[in-house]
């Protein structure tokens, strides 16, 4: 098994900053792309940042300045800073990591259970 766990959401407000992270755990033979996707209500999810093993970074526009996605190997874990956040920043925020469970398997997506970030104007 495998789990993704989310931690360091919660309510902040207008030009706060919040740090998320999410550490992948389990049967893990390798780790591969990880990343963060949120979903506000009423709204599509929508991808917010992606890094390589290597640390390259990729941030959709908004995130842009404000917004900064690291990871730890050592620690399979990836982190998300979150700077300068707006009211329109209140989402769901879910992690994601692409998963090598044994040599000879499938890559699989692995998803975290989402947590709750709330900005307040």
């Known amino acids: 098994q495998v789990q993704l766990v989310e931690s360091g959401g919660g309510l902040v407000q207008a030009g706060g900053s919040l740090r998320l992270s999410c550490a992948a755990s389990?049967?893990?033979?390798?780790?591969?792309?990880m990343g963060w996707d949120r979903q506000a209500p009423g709204k599509q999810r929508e991808l917010v940042a992606r890094?390589?093993?290597?640390?390259?970074?990729a941030l959709a526009e908004f995130a842009k300045g404000r917004f900064t996605i690291s990871r730890d190997n050592a620690k399979n874990t990836s982190y998300l800073q979150m700077n300068n956040l707006s009211p329109e920043d209140t989402a769901v925020y879910y992690c994601?990591?692409?998963?090598?469970?044994?040599?000879?398997?499938?890559?699989?997506?692995?998803w975290g259970q989402g947590t709750q970030v709330t900005v307040s104007s």
């Open positions: 994601n990591a692409y998963i090598l469970r044994q040599w000879g398997t499938p890559w699989d997506n692995y």
């Open positions: 389990g049967s893990i033979f390798r780790l591969n792309a």
């Open positions: 890094i390589t093993p290597g640390g390259s970074a």
